[in-house]
């Protein structure tokens, strides 16, 4: 079966790695179980330790998944509205773990010991505007001593001015509205820009970091400096990037400068997130395991968020960008469809029980009667061999969506007859959902779409093609010719398609077209700073994400992403033990948003800005195996995960700043808060999905690592989840791989499969639901990413890298020039001059004639 070729086909993609790159992308290898074992190392590159830390665990085998009941059909609909981050105060609470609060003390006490030293009985809160920026002023001052402790309590005391002076405010509001007029005023004294400076320090002190590679167990007390550092810079940007509408005009002008700043740097010669995509990269490598992670991935992703824009921001840029292309206007806003949808009904929870019950149906008849669900088809007879399908019955079948409403289509009477009595007597009730009348999404056609259909069609009545020519229509039925208006009336060309045409214009012609004028975004400038490393940042995020995976198991050489959760002194008691865990599972699931969020944003505006600055980061996602990883972190109980309680309001800023405490119990503690689902959880879900999205639309290779990988039953249990924004993303990655599970599986599905039809965009000809042709089409999936690389290559190497561009540098062709210039000759050439001289020149026959030839 073409099937199988096509399986060996993908298992040799990707085999022999580039020796220019610093990884070794993934190998497939068919073992006795099936698919179940898949290589990832880095290869060497140079010096660099970043490059030799792949994440080696990614690759390990996708465990069957378990048949765990996690209560799907009673799982209502979930209230919750997609942004691009939380709420203020909930973004701000998740800066600080539970065991950093006696700092917030600390942090008072340092600030009140110098303020009301002067005057006592001071409050910060009736000073007048010069009064308080004296203070900021003096403060700044305390920074530049020569004394480590000194500089420590000046920065406590300006963290504490960020904090908003909660001990002078009497609720959360107060104290969020003075951080924020703190924060304004801070900024506009030059604080971030001394904290910067100290940052810089701090990264290079050579000390501490050699102080945290001596010591057996890195705790709080290591990263006291950076974790102070850095929450007085995420609290200015957080502040100062969320807009409100009583905002004076003078913030709206301080917001854009700081914007500016961030974004296009004056003084140094790289953007400000580079400076943290260092620090993470120099983490991951085991050089600095005192830095506090999950503050420099919240403020890495709360400057990108910052600089290069939002979901909305992004939208308006799209929008604007197609009109400066001469694009047709977009059909709808994506944002406004999906916050439209409603949730799905689950897949049914009595699936186990029938299918249990059909077992012990056919051991009775002793396989006389043929079985009802298993019907062959062509690729049925290679089942034992087929690596699409499980290697374990039963697994596709685990959640099968046709025991209610699905199935009746397939089934004839008699074998529904078969089925109902195997029913139990009461059944649970399934909510039907009613959809609005027509599609949510308009449907498209790309140009390749009308070509591919006027070719097939062309050969099927002329005999013949004409190539790309989509206007021709002579000699072809009225029907086509109806066909192919309709298509192109759906017709829709992306801002990529311009892109790629654009370049493959410029590497035709280089000389004609001249100098390509690259408008000078921020994007662009993140992307130039990041180009040379960009592999290790991508690798370095995703050891990070799987260190904070809940399905991934600790390992002893896997990074220590707890150093700054960890006390000093570890707990004695039960209830210190219970709020540590909680502690650091709420730790992890901050760092999984931060890295979900920041990777969306990059891929996102990269695309918009150029596709093959997109396919550049997505290559390298793809190599260090991000596609198994995603996978891997939804091979969970996905219900528990979004459910989570693993947070203590009453500890969170700032309500532990304002409020009295009351005693914590195990009781208080195991109840959590009485929220419906996590946000930053069902956030972080949504973002990986989205990811994978991207990685896989449009790539046939990817999408067979889906298939290969096992991803359908991971994927369906997914759709549990009832939320409309989720269960869209799970969906598409179902969609483009049905057509290869085979006829059993959508058979198997059908309620998966008509929540496709309702809900994901339609591709007019796209055979998606029955993938007869999938034998016609040999893909060849090593060379199909080998395209890629090439492409983007050129693309990096025409517009980045200038020293590739010497064929194209203009020519001293005067004689006197050329030999007026002085060249810098090695010492050894002195030596041997006359060596030279004499078998270079003097030995060397000259051949006039030929020269004459040649004129």
């Given at each position: 079966m073409l099937v199988l070729r096509t399986v060996s086909t993908f298992s040799l993609c990707f085999k022999r790695p580039r020796t220019d790159s610093p990884l070794q992308p993934i190998r497939a290898s068919r073992c006795s179980g099936g698919w179940s074992s898949f290589g990832a190392k880095a290869a060497s590159a140079g010096s660099n330790p970043a490059s030799q830390n792949i994440p080696r665990d990614l690759p390990a085998p996708l465990p069957t998944p378990s048949r765990s009941p996690q209560g799907s059909v009673d799982c209502p609909n979930l209230e919750f509205e997609y942004g691009d981050a939380d709420g203020h105060g909930a973004e701000l609470a998740e800066l600080y773990s539970y065991t950093e609060e006696p700092e917030l003390s600390h942090g008072r006490r340092c600030f009140e010991e110098d303020f009301h030293s002067p005057v006592p009985g001071r409050r910060w809160l009736e000073l007048d505007r010069s009064q308080q920026k004296a203070h900021i002023m003096h403060l700044l001052d305390g920074l530049e001593v020569v004394s480590r402790d000194r500089r420590l309590r000046v920065a406590r005391a300006i963290l504490y001015l960020a904090q908003g002076v909660f001990g002078e405010c009497d609720n959360e509001g107060d104290v969020l509205h003075w951080s924020r007029h703190n924060s304004f005023l801070l900024y506009q004294l030059g604080t971030f820009s001394a904290f910067l400076e100290l940052l810089n320090m701090e990264i290079e002190n050579s000390q501490a970091c050699s102080s945290a590679l001596r010591k057996p167990a890195i705790s709080l007390a290591d990263s006291t400096e950076l974790r102070v550092l850095l929450s007085v810079m995420y609290l200015l940007v957080e502040n100062i990037r969320v807009e409100q509408e009583t905002d004076p005009p003078e913030w709206k002008t301080c917001r854009e400068t700081f914007r500016m700043e961030l974004s296009f740097p004056v003084h140094a010669e790289e953007p400000f997130a580079l400076l943290l995509f260092t620090m993470v990269t120099k983490f991951c490598s085991g050089h600095a395991p005192h830095f506090p992670m999950k503050k420099v991935l919240l403020l890495l992703w709360k400057v990108l968020l910052f600089t290069l824009g939002g979901f909305q921001a992004l939208q308006a840029m799209k929008v604007r960008r197609r009109e400066e292309l001469g694009l047709p206007p977009l059909p709808e806003d994506s944002i406004q469809v999906v916050r439209g949808m409603r949730a799905a009904s689950p897949p049914a929870a009595g699936a186990e029980l029938l299918e249990q019950q059909q077992q012990q149906q056919q051991q009775k008849r002793g396989h006389r009667s043929r079985r009802p669900l298993m019907k062959q088809d062509s690729l049925d007879i290679y089942n034992e061999r087929d690596p699409f399908k499980n290697d374990e019955g039963g697994v596709d079948e685990e959640e099968n969506d046709d025991v209610d409403s699905g199935i009746e289509g397939e089934l004839d009477l008699m074998e529904r007859d078969t089925i109902i009595p195997a029913l139990p007597a009461q059944r649970l009730p399934i909510e039907r959902v009613s959809?609005?009348?027509?599609?949510?999404?308009?449907?498209?056609?790309?140009?390749?779409?009308?070509?591919?259909?006027?070719?097939?069609?062309?050969?099927?009545?002329?005999?013949?093609?004409?190539?790309?020519?989509?206007?021709?229509?002579?000699?072809?039925?009225?029907?086509?010719?109806?066909?192919?208006?309709?298509?192109?009336?759906?017709?829709?060309?992306s801002i990529s398609d311009v892109q790629i045409k654009n370049e493959e214009e410029l590497e035709k012609c280089p000389m004609s077209l001249g100098e390509e004028e690259v408008q000078e975004t921020p994007c662009e400038v993140l992307y130039r700073a990041m180009l040379y490393n960009l592999p290790q940042y991508m690798i370095a995020l995703l050891k990070i994400l799987l260190a904070a995976a809940p399905t991934s198991k600790a390992k002893t050489d896997s990074i220590n992403i707890l150093a700054d959760v960890l006390p000093e002194e570890m707990p004695i008691t039960v209830l210190q033990s219970m709020k540590l865990g909680i502690d650091v599972n709420r730790h992890k699931e901050i760092i999984v948003k931060s890295i979900s969020?920041?990777?969306?944003?990059?891929?996102?505006?990269?695309?918009?800005?150029?596709?093959?600055?997109?396919?550049?980061?997505?290559?390298?996602?793809?190599?260090?195996?991000?596609?198994?990883?995603?996978?891997?972190?939804?091979?969970?109980?996905?219900?528990?995960?979004?459910?989570?309680?693993?947070?203590?309001?009453?500890?969170?800023?700032?309500?532990?700043?304002?409020?009295?405490?009351?005693?914590?119990?195990?009781?208080?503690?195991?109840?959590?808060?009485?929220?419906?689902?996590?946000?930053?959880?069902?956030?972080?879900?949504?973002?990986?999905?989205?990811?994978?999205?991207?990685?896989?639309?449009?790539?046939?290779?990817?999408?067979?690592?889906?298939?290969?990988?096992?991803?359908?039953?991971?994927?369906?249990?997914?759709?549990?989840?009832?939320?409309?924004?989720?269960?869209?993303?799970?969906?598409?990655?179902?969609?483009?791989?049905?057509?290869?599970?085979?006829?059993?599986?959508?058979?198997?599905?059908?309620?998966?499969?008509?929540?496709?039809?309702?809900?994901?965009?339609?591709?007019?000809?796209?055979?998606?639901?029955?993938?007869?042709?999938?034998?016609?089409?040999?893909?060849?999936?090593?060379?199909?990413?080998?395209?890629?690389?090439?492409?983007?290559?050129?693309?990096?190497?025409?517009?980045?890298?200038?020293?590739?561009?010497?064929?194209?540098?203009?020519?001293?062709?005067?004689?006197?020039?050329?030999?007026?210039?002085?060249?810098?000759?090695?010492?050894?050439?002195?030596?041997?001059?006359?060596?030279w001289l004499e078998r270079e020149v003097f030995a060397q026959p000259i051949r006039w004639e030929e020269l004459l030839h040649c004129h």
């Amino acid at each position: 079966m073409l099937v199988l070729r096509t399986v060996s086909t993908f298992s040799l993609c990707f085999k022999r790695p580039r020796t220019d790159s610093p990884l070794q992308p993934i190998r497939a290898s068919r073992c006795s179980g099936g698919w179940s074992s898949f290589g990832a190392k880095a290869a060497s590159a140079g010096s660099n330790p970043a490059s030799q830390n792949i994440p080696r665990d990614l690759p390990a085998p996708l465990p069957t998944p378990s048949r765990s009941p996690q209560g799907s059909v009673d799982c209502p609909n979930l209230e919750f509205e997609y942004g691009d981050a939380d709420g203020h105060g909930a973004e701000l609470a998740e800066l600080y773990s539970y065991t950093e609060e006696p700092e917030l003390s600390h942090g008072r006490r340092c600030f009140e010991e110098d303020f009301h030293s002067p005057v006592p009985g001071r409050r910060w809160l009736e000073l007048d505007r010069s009064q308080q920026k004296a203070h900021i002023m003096h403060l700044l001052d305390g920074l530049e001593v020569v004394s480590r402790d000194r500089r420590l309590r000046v920065a406590r005391a300006i963290l504490y001015l960020a904090q908003g002076v909660f001990g002078e405010c009497d609720n959360e509001g107060d104290v969020l509205h003075w951080s924020r007029h703190n924060s304004f005023l801070l900024y506009q004294l030059g604080t971030f820009s001394a904290f910067l400076e100290l940052l810089n320090m701090e990264i290079e002190n050579s000390q501490a970091c050699s102080s945290a590679l001596r010591k057996p167990a890195i705790s709080l007390a290591d990263s006291t400096e950076l974790r102070v550092l850095l929450s007085v810079m995420y609290l200015l940007v957080e502040n100062i990037r969320v807009e409100q509408e009583t905002d004076p005009p003078e913030w709206k002008t301080c917001r854009e400068t700081f914007r500016m700043e961030l974004s296009f740097p004056v003084h140094a010669e790289e953007p400000f997130a580079l400076l943290l995509f260092t620090m993470v990269t120099k983490f991951c490598s085991g050089h600095a395991p005192h830095f506090p992670m999950k503050k420099v991935l919240l403020l890495l992703w709360k400057v990108l968020l910052f600089t290069l824009g939002g979901f909305q921001a992004l939208q308006a840029m799209k929008v604007r960008r197609r009109e400066e292309l001469g694009l047709p206007p977009l059909p709808e806003d994506s944002i406004q469809v999906v916050r439209g949808m409603r949730a799905a009904s689950p897949p049914a929870a009595g699936a186990e029980l029938l299918e249990q019950q059909q077992q012990q149906q056919q051991q009775k008849r002793g396989h006389r009667s043929r079985r009802p669900l298993m019907k062959q088809d062509s690729l049925d007879i290679y089942n034992e061999r087929d690596p699409f399908k499980n290697d374990e019955g039963g697994v596709d079948e685990e959640e099968n969506d046709d025991v209610d409403s699905g199935i009746e289509g397939e089934l004839d009477l008699m074998e529904r007859d078969t089925i109902i009595p195997a029913l139990p007597a009461q059944r649970l009730p399934i909510e039907r959902v009613s959809f609005p009348k027509g599609l949510p999404w308009a449907p498209k056609v790309r140009q390749k779409d009308i070509e591919h259909f006027l070719e097939a069609s062309r050969n099927k009545f002329i005999g013949f093609t004409l190539g790309q020519d989509t206007e021709t229509l002579i000699g072809l039925p009225r029907p086509i010719h109806e066909s192919v208006k309709t298509l192109k009336q759906h017709k829709y060309v992306s801002i990529s398609d311009v892109q790629i045409k654009n370049e493959e214009e410029l590497e035709k012609c280089p000389m004609s077209l001249g100098e390509e004028e690259v408008q000078e975004t921020p994007c662009e400038v993140l992307y130039r700073a990041m180009l040379y490393n960009l592999p290790q940042y991508m690798i370095a995020l995703l050891k990070i994400l799987l260190a904070a995976a809940p399905t991934s198991k600790a390992k002893t050489d896997s990074i220590n992403i707890l150093a700054d959760v960890l006390p000093e002194e570890m707990p004695i008691t039960v209830l210190q033990s219970m709020k540590l865990g909680i502690d650091v599972n709420r730790h992890k699931e901050i760092i999984v948003k931060s890295i979900s969020a920041l990777l969306l944003l990059l891929l996102k505006h990269f695309k918009l800005n150029h596709i093959y600055q997109f396919e550049y980061v997505s290559q390298h996602l793809v190599f260090a195996n991000c596609i198994p990883l995603i996978l891997k972190f939804f091979n969970q109980n996905i219900m528990s995960y979004i459910t989570a309680k693993n947070s203590i309001s009453v500890l969170d800023y700032p309500h532990c700043t304002v409020c009295d405490l009351p005693e914590l119990t195990a009781e208080s503690l195991e109840a959590g808060d009485n929220n419906q689902f996590c946000w930053r959880n069902l956030f972080s879900c949504i973002n990986l999905l989205r990811i994978l999205n991207k990685l896989t639309k449009w790539k046939h290779s990817r999408t067979m690592m889906l298939v290969v990988f096992k991803s359908a039953p991971i994927l369906k249990r997914a759709l549990k989840v009832k939320q409309a924004m989720m269960q869209l993303y799970v969906l598409k990655l179902l969609k483009i791989q049905t057509k290869y599970l085979g006829r059993q599986w959508r058979k198997s599905n059908m309620k998966t499969m008509s929540a496709i039809y309702q809900k994901v965009r339609h591709r007019m000809n796209d055979d998606w639901a029955y993938g007869n042709d999938i034998d016609a089409r040999p893909w060849d999936f090593q060379a199909e990413e080998c395209t890629l690389r090439a492409n983007i290559e050129a693309f990096n190497s025409r517009r980045y890298d200038r020293e590739r561009r010497s064929e194209f540098a203009p020519v001293d062709n005067c004689l006197q020039s050329v030999l007026g210039q002085r060249l810098e000759l090695p010492r050894d050439f002195h030596y041997c001059y006359e060596l030279w001289l004499e078998r270079e020149v003097f030995a060397q026959p000259i051949r006039w004639e030929e020269l004459l030839h040649c004129h």
